[in-house]
């Protein structure tokens, strides 16, 4: 089966990328508030964290375009610009997962030395309904934990 990336998918990466940024202006500015640094500190911080999170945020921009997921009977191939990485179903051991309501959001894989991270997929109630039935170990982690 093949899954590939969700249409809406870009928008949930920047509304990500967003939030964080949101996130470390507002310690800034409790920084500034509380006198522990100065706003033109804070601000220049604050710029710089952005311009060197760009690149990182760009090329995960780029990698939405012609990314899927190929699920065979012993293997999971992940395309991406960069080529095809293969997985051997059977390495896995562990499966965590997020969910909301009855949707689930994202989802790892992990062996013992590798994980393989399912986000911004269509049909991902699908897709991680294939893979439950092959690892033995999964667990649901709370929402404000990161995966």
Known sequence: MVFKRSSSAVYGYLGKRFEMAFGLGLILFVTVIENILPSAVATILFVAVLLIRLPSTLKGLDEFSDSQVTIDENTITMTTKE?????????????????????????????????????????????????????????????WQRL
């Open 83 to 143: 080529g095809d990485t293969q997985y051997q179903l059977d390495d896995f051991k562990i499966l965590l997962f997020k969910k909301r309501a009855k949707n689930i959001t994202v989802f790892v894989l992990m062996s013992e030395n590798q994980g393989v991270k399912f986000e911004y997929y269509q049909q991902m109630n699908e897709l991680f309904e294939i893979l439950v039935h092959r690892i033995m170990l999964q667990k649901e982690v709370p929402w």
